[in-house]
């Protein structure tokens, strides 16, 4: 029995069930016969017991032979209960690792536009709790019920096939104990939701006091802190010792009910017996079956209640199965290469305002160009449209001659080398990281690029070099240290086209020159587009290119665009100036 | 994410001393605890009384046949039933408010002490590892301190009586019944222990898929650029095949442990059966008295089970409760001598003047525990009013520098003088009470910004807030957001720019009126512009305070009073700037290299 892969996006709680019929099917074999075995525990008894009053009974020819039948019976359910488990676990756990395994692959594959909008701990609380609350409920709530309709399933017919009027006087209570059990754990639900609450407060109040631990200290604000703590850990405990409170009447008066149904069966039974109605031997059996099936009801109110969970849980997850991913194109056999055109583009996230507006420019293959303009101008976009991180609308984009749109995404972004503003490092080690960029790289490569981006020399003072791990349990990178790698990966791909949205803007002067030398270097090698906020990588570029409020302002080489009036060279003067002031400041100091 | 800090857990051998201390914490509740051996012992008396009524009731009609009196039967169960029903209440009430009181206590002690230990403390400690110990261990601690201790008694006292009264009744029946006991108590604990530690594999095998999940949403683009799904995707699924494994594997435990308890307890019953039957045949025993052994013996076995399984959780929980303890029990480093407690304690301050006037360091050395040296044999006199900037590459010991003043840390060699006297003659609150720190990575709490700015001087009014904001330069962009002072600022600040929380956290510290401001780099994510606006009211603000600033923007060192140039611990150079540039040495250096970083962003003159 293999695990199969849950294909399509919309399954109710039955339909992922279904995906592991025969396992539950055994299950339930397993579980009836299980039952079967446990249940004819006191029948052996009853036959027992009868033989003993009657004076029948003797050792070798009764009572031995009950008392190995009674053990075999035992034996016999332990192995069901065995497969029965089994089974189950089998089941559920595979049943939710091909869902997790369908909510990472969506996840990934689901577009910017989709990530942009929803939120990083929603998502991620969708996935880890939400499909344990379904692993709970498919791994043991299920069984449960099965357990309890099982154990009445199979003991009626017993009871009944025994004594009429015995079976009702037992089975007499039983609804008003499952009614008050369901009715109850309906009501509290509310309270258990509330406790979790403010548990979720209490350690939020933690985690702000820790992290932020130093401040509290700096402004000497430690009783504050304290009352706030204890306000919350006081909230905390009235709450949860309310709810034992509550607690402590259901199971008090879940026992009484429990015990009068006993009851019943002893004295009405006794009395019966009294009549010569029914024998010793079916008495005790009443009230041995009664003893056995009569205390799960108990928790299956719990388990019912909660059953409700598992559908939001499931529908909670399907929202995130149901969203579209990216579109897949045909791989065609050309590769991404050559010139990029665009023509008229238009472009506005969601309704807003247009990023870019009737954008046309081209950019020759083997040219390095900058791209400058103040936040929100709209560079950041056109490269995002250029990767097809985003669908543009309006508007072309060709390269080498062919539509984007009609590329296959994952080709066009295998011909990229982007350097993201914000770069994401995994949780894997320094050289894992680089790799990414490409995975058949030799160490001679990584290294290379690494000197590259001129972070070789920090890499190789951490402890473990290249091995060392990036993150919570590893080293903690400074941004520019994040930039930088970020970089060498990039490079390390060697692609086609190479994008650094502005991913100088953390590393110090001495760091930008080395970098900016090393891309000097492979000018020509690669098309590249440098998003810039500083003007030293401008003079890197064969041309440069002014963004304002999505439109095209000014384009040209550094000494055109110098050469005419605009904000190019109304920056250029800004910062001549400065230096300028700096130079008269040093050398005022000497002469002085 | 608690759990992940919890992979030392491993089986220890039970350490008694250990558990005594914690038992305190329980113990602390003595009327709940005495109402709850009352309470115990009521209800082992009740559990004991009906497998006799039920076993006297069936040997009377088995004798009897026609003529039983069923009422004294009635009276009996009814009592047994009403009783028993009263104490089950009871027994969770005690065992619930013993649980949710000791919880609070040792969290509460924890807490206490977090506040009180040094920054040294921290340094070593990941904020993970200590949410770990005062959540997940807390609540271990405090189900063992409760429940354990609760169902331990319950279940000696049941176990003791129904075995003395076996015994006195039938002592060849009980000690059959006896002789399974320490089998079950075995295996239980066997078992236990195995699916103890399954279940912390899958525990941590969860917590690394959500961390997966995680890294999985927050690198999309990354992973998209890069074209990474499948490798991702192929590392998900070895981990997510890893928790499938571990929750068989546990469950599986679970379907082997159920039933070989019950079928031991099944070969006791059945032994009875044969045995008892054959008494009977022989006339010496009751078919009544037969089913109330086995009564008796199917009482046992729920016991048996708690306590193994309260056995085997404590093994493992020692780590906890060890961890636990030595947080609780750690002395802090930096804190009040005790000589100053006792000025505290007599005359509500450390008896010496509030103002902060000279500070002097006297060949004050540093070193972190056995680490290198970091600041040696370090002079330095500021006066009153001063302005100091300090500069030097980063690991040169300006930060520690500015920690030794603050008292994060103590000296480990020299002194450190306000106003001649030694600063650990004087209280932490003093010192605390007067300054004002702006650091480079600026922590906000959850809340509103108006809350966060009120950190500073908890009774300030609006007013007052506004106030401070505007000299600090983050006025207009508070009141640009939608929400103006009332815009929640989200877990850590995170709904604002790095920027932005500089400048919160730097009206924080205005707001406060220090007399002695300190800032770690503090404006080094704010644009130009804006940076010439707080220099502004910076200078307001310093106006007659003293004041060290970290920086690197050359407008808010050029500024400064003094310049010191800090390396390998060291004052290297000090003065003015134009003294410094005049010297032309690494300050010099420095400038010229510096100037560069000064260049104007692009985004700042075009934005406007």
Same mark, same amino acid.
């Given at each position: 029995m293999s695990t199969e892969p849950i294909q399509s996006s919309n399954k109710t709680l039955w339909e992922l069930i279904a995906y592991q019929k025969k396992r539950y099917l055994f299950a339930i074999a397993a579980m009836i016969i299980g039952t079967i075995s446990l249940l004819s525990v006191p029948y052996v008894f009853k036959v027992t017991l009868d033989s003993l009053t009657s004076g029948q009974a003797d050792l070798k020819t009764t009572l031995i032979p009950a008392a190995l039948i009674i053990v075999g019976l035992n034996v016999l359910h332990g192995i069901f209960t065995y497969f029965r488990g089994k089974l189950t676990a089998e089941a559920s756990e595979s049943i939710v690792r091909s869902l997790r395994h369908e909510l990472y692959k969506h996840l990934e594959r689901l577009p910017c536009v989709f990530h942009d909008k929803s939120d990083t701990g929603d998502l991620v609380q969708r996935c880890s709790s939400d499909v344990e609350t379904l692993r709970v409920f498919?791994?043991?709530?299920?069984?449960?019920?099965?357990?309890?309709?099982?154990?009445?399933?199979?003991?009626?017919?017993?009871?009944?096939?025994?004594?009429?009027?015995?079976?009702?006087?037992?089975?007499?209570?039983?609804?008003?104990?499952?009614?008050?059990?369901?009715?109850?754990?309906?009501?509290?639900?509310?309270?258990?939701?509330?406790?979790? $609450?403010?548990?979720?407060?209490?350690?939020?109040?933690?985690?702000?006091?820790?992290?932020?631990?130093?401040? @509290?200290?700096?402004?000497?604000?430690?009783?504050?802190?304290? $009352?706030?703590?204890?306000?919350?850990?006081?909230?905390?405990? $009235?709450?949860?010792?309310?709810?034992?409170?509550?607690?402590?009447?259901?199971?008090?008066?879940?026992?009484?009910?429990?015990?009068?149904?006993?009851?019943?069966?002893?004295?009405?039974?006794?009395?019966?017996?009294?009549?010569?109605?029914? *024998?010793?031997?079916?008495?005790?059996?009443?009230?041995?079956?009664?003893? *056995?099936?009569?205390?799960?009801?108990?928790?299956?109110?719990? @388990?019912?209640?909660?059953?409700?969970?598992?559908?939001?849980?499931?529908?909670?997850?399907?929202?995130?199965?149901?969203?579209?991913?990216?579109?897949? $194109?045909?791989?065609?056999?050309?590769?991404?290469?050559?010139?990029?055109?665009?023509?008229?583009?238009?472009?506005?996230?969601?309704?807003?305002?247009?990023?870019?507006?009737?954008?046309?420019?081209?950019?020759?293959?083997?040219?390095?160009?900058?791209?400058?303009?103040?936040?929100?101008?709209?560079?950041?976009?056109?490269?995002?449209?250029?990767?097809?991180?985003?669908?543009?609308?309006?508007g072309s984009i060709q390269i080498g001659g062919h539509e984007l749109k009609q590329l296959n995404r994952d080709s066009v972004r295998n011909a990229f080398g982007m350097v993201l503003q914000d770069p994401f490092l995994y949780s894997k080690t320094v050289r894992e990281n680089v790799v990414v960029g490409r995975s058949s790289a030799a160490d001679h490569e990584v290294e290379e690029s690494a000197h590259a981006a001129d972070i070789h020399s920090n890499i190789v003072d951490f402890e473990h070099g290249y091995e060392t791990a990036v993150g919570e349990r590893g080293v903690t990178l400074s941004g520019g240290q994040r930039q930088r790698l970020a970089i060498a990966r990039a490079l390390l791909k060697e692609p086609e086209f190479l994008v650094l949205d502005d991913s100088l803007s953390a590393v110090d002067t001495k760091t930008e020159a080395h970098i900016l030398r090393s891309l000097a270097k492979r000018r020509g090698k690669h098309t590249t587009i440098l998003i810039a906020h500083r003007l030293s990588s401008t003079r890197l570029a064969d041309r440069i290119f002014v963004f304002d409020h999505g439109k095209l302002i000014q384009n040209g080489s550094h000494d055109e665009l110098l050469s005419v009036k605009g904000p190019y060279q109304k920056l250029w003067n800004i910062q001549s100036d400065l230096e300028e002031e700096i130079e008269q400041d040093l050398s005022g100091a000497k002469k002085s | 994410?608690?759990?992940?800090?919890?992979?030392?857990?491993?089986?220890?051998?039970?350490?008694?001393?250990?558990?005594?201390?914690?038992? #305190?914490?329980?113990?602390?509740?003595?009327?709940?605890?005495?109402?709850?051996?009352?309470?115990?012992?009521?209800?082992?008396?009740?559990?004991?009384?009906?497998?006799? /009524?039920?076993?006297?009731? /069936?040997?009377?009609?088995?004798?009897?046949?026609?003529?039983?009196?069923?009422?004294?039967?009635?009276?009996?169960?009814?009592?047994?039933?009403?009783?028993?029903?009263?104490?089950?209440?009871?027994?969770?009430?005690?065992?619930?408010?013993?649980?949710?009181?000791?919880?609070?206590?040792?969290?509460?002690?924890?807490?206490?002490?977090?506040?009180?230990?040094?920054?040294?403390?921290?340094?070593?400690?990941?904020?993970?590892?200590?949410?770990?110990?005062?959540?997940s261990d807390c609540n271990r601690l405090s189900n063992i301190l409760a429940w354990g201790v609760m169902d331990f008694i319950w279940g000696m006292m049941l176990m003791a009586t129904i075995s003395t009264f076996m015994l006195i009744y039938n002592w060849k029946l009980a000690l059959t019944i006896l002789s399974v006991i320490p089998v079950l108590f075995v295996i239980s604990v066997y078992f236990r222990k195995k699916i103890l530690t399954t279940s912390r594999l899958v525990r941590k095998a969860n917590s690394k898929l959500t961390a997966s999940y995680n890294e999985s949403i927050l690198g999309v683009r990354t992973t998209k650029v890069f074209v990474r799904n499948e490798e991702n995707l192929r590392d998900f699924d070895t981990l997510a095949e890893g928790m499938q494994n571990h929750s068989v594997h546990n469950a599986i435990l679970s379907a082997v442990y159920l039933p070989i308890v019950l079928t031991l307890g099944s070969v006791a019953i059945a032994v009875i059966l044969a045995q008892g039957g054959h008494y009977v045949t022989l006339g010496a025993l009751s078919v009544g008295e037969v089913v109330m052994f086995i009564y008796y013996a199917q009482m046992f076995f729920a016991p048996v089970q708690e306590l193994s399984a309260w056995f085997a959780e404590l093994q493992m929980a020692q780590a906890s409760a060890e961890r636990v303890l030595s947080l609780i029990e750690s002395e802090p480093e930096v804190r009040d001598t005790e000589k100053v407690l006792a000025k505290i304690a007599e005359s509500g301050n450390d008896g010496h003047t509030a103002e902060i006037g000279r500070i002097e360091f006297e060949d004050v050395e540093f070193q972190y525990?056995?680490?290198?040296?970091?600041?040696?044999?370090?002079?330095?006199?500021?006066?009153?009013?001063?302005?100091?900037?300090?500069?030097?590459?980063?690991?040169?010991?300006?930060?520690?520098?500015?920690?030794?003043?603050?008292?994060?840390?103590?000296?480990?060699?020299?002194? /450190?003088?306000?106003?001649?006297?030694?600063?650990?003659?004087?209280?932490?609150?003093?010192? #605390?009470?007067?300054?004002?720190?702006?650091?480079? #990575?600026?922590?906000?709490?959850?809340?509103? /910004?108006?809350?966060?700015?009120?950190?500073?001087?908890?009774?300030?009014?609006?007013?007052?807030?506004?106030?401070?904001?505007?000299?600090?330069?983050?006025?207009?962009?508070?009141?640009?957001?939608?929400?103006?002072?009332?815009?929640?600022?989200?877990?850590?600040?995170?709904?604002?720019?790095?920027?932005?929380?500089?400048?919160?956290s730097f009206a924080r510290a205005v707001l406060k009126q220090p007399k002695l401001m300190v800032m770690d780099e503090a404006t080094s994510s704010i644009d130009t512009e804006t940076e010439k606006k707080i220099q502004k009211g910076l200078e307001k603000v310093l106006k007659g305070r003293t004041s060290i600033v970290i920086a690197h923007r050359l407008s808010t060192i050029r500024s400064a009073d003094r310049i010191l140039v800090i390396e390998k611990g060291k004052i290297m150079e000090q003065g003015t700037h134009s003294a410094l540039i005049k010297a032309g040495g690494k300050y010099h250096d420095l400038y010229t290299e510096q100037s560069m970083r000064d260049i104007v962003r692009i985004d700042t003159v075009m934005g406007s």
């Amino acid at each position: 029995m293999s695990t199969e892969p849950i294909q399509s996006s919309n399954k109710t709680l039955w339909e992922l069930i279904a995906y592991q019929k025969k396992r539950y099917l055994f299950a339930i074999a397993a579980m009836i016969i299980g039952t079967i075995s446990l249940l004819s525990v006191p029948y052996v008894f009853k036959v027992t017991l009868d033989s003993l009053t009657s004076g029948q009974a003797d050792l070798k020819t009764t009572l031995i032979p009950a008392a190995l039948i009674i053990v075999g019976l035992n034996v016999l359910h332990g192995i069901f209960t065995y497969f029965r488990g089994k089974l189950t676990a089998e089941a559920s756990e595979s049943i939710v690792r091909s869902l997790r395994h369908e909510l990472y692959k969506h996840l990934e594959r689901l577009p910017c536009v989709f990530h942009d909008k929803s939120d990083t701990g929603d998502l991620v609380q969708r996935c880890s709790s939400d499909v344990e609350t379904l692993r709970v409920f498919l791994a043991t709530q299920v069984v449960e019920i099965a357990r309890v309709a099982l154990f009445f399933l199979i003991a009626m017919p017993i009871m009944f096939s025994q004594d009429f009027r015995m079976s009702l006087l037992s089975l007499s209570l039983v609804p008003v104990i499952v009614l008050v059990a369901i009715l109850f754990f309906r009501k509290v639900r509310g309270l258990f939701q509330k406790v979790d $609450e403010a548990e979720g407060k209490l350690t939020t109040v933690l985690q702000e006091n820790l992290t932020g631990i130093r401040v @509290v200290r700096a402004f000497g604000r430690g009783e504050f802190e304290m $009352e706030k703590f204890l306000k919350r850990n006081g909230e905390f405990r $009235e709450l949860e010792f309310q709810l034992f409170k509550i607690l402590s009447v259901y199971w008090s008066i879940s026992d009484f009910l429990v015990f009068t149904q006993l009851g019943i069966v002893l004295i009405g039974g006794g009395y019966w017996v009294m009549q010569n109605q029914i *024998t010793i031997g079916t008495w005790i059996l009443f009230w041995w079956l009664m003893r *056995t099936i009569i205390w799960p009801i108990r928790h299956i109110g719990r @388990v019912l209640a909660d059953t409700g969970k598992a559908t939001v849980a499931i529908d909670r997850i399907q929202e995130i199965l149901k969203e579209k991913i990216e579109s897949v $194109e045909e791989v065609s056999d050309a590769p991404v290469e050559g010139e990029i055109v665009v023509r008229n583009l238009t472009y506005s996230y969601k309704e807003k305002q247009p990023v870019l507006t009737d954008l046309s420019l081209t950019i020759k293959k083997g040219e390095t160009v900058a791209f400058l303009g103040p936040p929100g101008s709209g560079k950041s976009t056109l490269v995002n449209l250029l990767v097809r991180l985003y669908d543009y609308e309006e508007g072309s984009i060709q390269i080498g001659g062919h539509e984007l749109k009609q590329l296959n995404r994952d080709s066009v972004r295998n011909a990229f080398g982007m350097v993201l503003q914000d770069p994401f490092l995994y949780s894997k080690t320094v050289r894992e990281n680089v790799v990414v960029g490409r995975s058949s790289a030799a160490d001679h490569e990584v290294e290379e690029s690494a000197h590259a981006a001129d972070i070789h020399s920090n890499i190789v003072d951490f402890e473990h070099g290249y091995e060392t791990a990036v993150g919570e349990r590893g080293v903690t990178l400074s941004g520019g240290q994040r930039q930088r790698l970020a970089i060498a990966r990039a490079l390390l791909k060697e692609p086609e086209f190479l994008v650094l949205d502005d991913s100088l803007s953390a590393v110090d002067t001495k760091t930008e020159a080395h970098i900016l030398r090393s891309l000097a270097k492979r000018r020509g090698k690669h098309t590249t587009i440098l998003i810039a906020h500083r003007l030293s990588s401008t003079r890197l570029a064969d041309r440069i290119f002014v963004f304002d409020h999505g439109k095209l302002i000014q384009n040209g080489s550094h000494d055109e665009l110098l050469s005419v009036k605009g904000p190019y060279q109304k920056l250029w003067n800004i910062q001549s100036d400065l230096e300028e002031e700096i130079e008269q400041d040093l050398s005022g100091a000497k002469k002085s | 994410m608690n759990q992940e800090w919890n992979d030392d857990d491993l089986e220890q051998k039970v350490d008694l001393r250990l558990w005594k201390k914690l038992l #305190q914490y329980t113990l602390k509740y003595r009327k709940t605890g005495t109402t709850f051996l009352f309470v115990a012992f009521g209800l082992a008396i009740c559990d004991l009384c009906f497998p006799l /009524i039920t076993g006297n009731l /069936i040997s009377e009609i088995e004798e009897k046949g026609g003529n039983v009196d069923f009422a004294p039967y009635l009276w009996m169960y009814g009592c047994a039933t009403f009783f028993l029903c009263i104490f089950i209440y009871g027994f969770i009430l005690c065992a619930g408010k013993i649980r949710t009181h000791v919880s609070y206590d040792i969290r509460k002690d924890a807490f206490q002490q977090l506040q009180e230990l040094s920054f040294s403390f921290y340094d070593t400690k990941p904020v993970g590892w200590l949410m770990a110990r005062l959540t997940s261990d807390c609540n271990r601690l405090s189900n063992i301190l409760a429940w354990g201790v609760m169902d331990f008694i319950w279940g000696m006292m049941l176990m003791a009586t129904i075995s003395t009264f076996m015994l006195i009744y039938n002592w060849k029946l009980a000690l059959t019944i006896l002789s399974v006991i320490p089998v079950l108590f075995v295996i239980s604990v066997y078992f236990r222990k195995k699916i103890l530690t399954t279940s912390r594999l899958v525990r941590k095998a969860n917590s690394k898929l959500t961390a997966s999940y995680n890294e999985s949403i927050l690198g999309v683009r990354t992973t998209k650029v890069f074209v990474r799904n499948e490798e991702n995707l192929r590392d998900f699924d070895t981990l997510a095949e890893g928790m499938q494994n571990h929750s068989v594997h546990n469950a599986i435990l679970s379907a082997v442990y159920l039933p070989i308890v019950l079928t031991l307890g099944s070969v006791a019953i059945a032994v009875i059966l044969a045995q008892g039957g054959h008494y009977v045949t022989l006339g010496a025993l009751s078919v009544g008295e037969v089913v109330m052994f086995i009564y008796y013996a199917q009482m046992f076995f729920a016991p048996v089970q708690e306590l193994s399984a309260w056995f085997a959780e404590l093994q493992m929980a020692q780590a906890s409760a060890e961890r636990v303890l030595s947080l609780i029990e750690s002395e802090p480093e930096v804190r009040d001598t005790e000589k100053v407690l006792a000025k505290i304690a007599e005359s509500g301050n450390d008896g010496h003047t509030a103002e902060i006037g000279r500070i002097e360091f006297e060949d004050v050395e540093f070193q972190y525990r056995s680490g290198p040296t970091i600041i040696e044999k370090m002079n330095l006199v500021i006066e009153a009013g001063q302005s100091i900037a300090l500069v030097g590459a980063t690991g040169g010991g300006k930060s520690t520098l500015v920690n030794l003043l603050c008292r994060f840390y103590e000296p480990t060699g020299g002194r /450190i003088l306000f106003d001649g006297i030694d600063y650990r003659e004087r209280s932490l609150t003093w010192l #605390q009470s007067n300054l004002g720190i702006v650091l480079q #990575q600026p922590h906000l709490f959850s809340g509103r /910004i108006s809350d966060n700015i009120r950190y500073g001087k908890l009774e300030a009014t609006q007013e007052e807030i506004e106030e401070a904001s505007h000299l600090a330069g983050a006025h207009e962009f508070i009141m640009n957001l939608d929400h103006g002072y009332d815009t929640e600022v989200g877990e850590g600040g995170i709904q604002l720019s790095l920027g932005e929380k500089q400048l919160v956290s730097f009206a924080r510290a205005v707001l406060k009126q220090p007399k002695l401001m300190v800032m770690d780099e503090a404006t080094s994510s704010i644009d130009t512009e804006t940076e010439k606006k707080i220099q502004k009211g910076l200078e307001k603000v310093l106006k007659g305070r003293t004041s060290i600033v970290i920086a690197h923007r050359l407008s808010t060192i050029r500024s400064a009073d003094r310049i010191l140039v800090i390396e390998k611990g060291k004052i290297m150079e000090q003065g003015t700037h134009s003294a410094l540039i005049k010297a032309g040495g690494k300050y010099h250096d420095l400038y010229t290299e510096q100037s560069m970083r000064d260049i104007v962003r692009i985004d700042t003159v075009m934005g406007s």
